[in-house]
Nanobody, 122 residues
Framework: QVRLVESGGGLVQAGGSLRLSCAAS????????MGWFRQAPGKEREIVAT????????YYRMSVKGRFTISRDNAKNTVYLQMSSLKPEDTAVYYC???????????????WGQGTQVTVSS
């Protein structure tokens, strides 16, 4: 069992930056692929970025490449999402998730956090 708690969301102007954190409980954090997803009102939840258990492999959706960076610290049981050059279209609830395989499909993730709101004003 893994419990995930996100933090770091908030209101920011376009062009600004935020860093999201996701703290995990459980001793097996280092074995999981970690993903960040987001869901805007009226839209489906979509993948933002993923990172493999050892940090060696990463995936970013095209619209955030070059602006967002995913990283993890297995010693702290924490995964991060550094977001820069934020745009109004990045506004959404951001969720972190843990899964057993490196995947961009949300149904491949077994554990989810409660989400943190990110709002980017124009």
């Amino acid at each position: 069992q893994v419990r995930l708690v996100e933090s770091g969301g908030g209101l920011v102007q376009a062009g600004g930056s935020l860093r999201l954190s996701c703290a995990a409980s459980g001793r097996t954090f280092s074995t999981y692929t970690m993903g960040w997803f987001r869901q805007a009102p009226g839209k489906e939840r979509e993948i933002v970025a993923t990172i493999s258990w050892d940090g060696a492999s990463m995936y970013y959706r095209m619209s955030v490449k070059g602006r967002f960076t995913i990283s993890r610290d297995n010693a702290k049981n924490t995964v991060y999402l550094q977001m820069s050059s934020l745009k109004p279209e990045d506004t959404a609830v951001y969720y972190c998730a843990a899964g057993s395989t490196f995947s961009i499909r949300r149904d491949e993730y077994d554990y989810w956090g409660q989400g943190t709101q990110v709002t980017v004003s124009s």
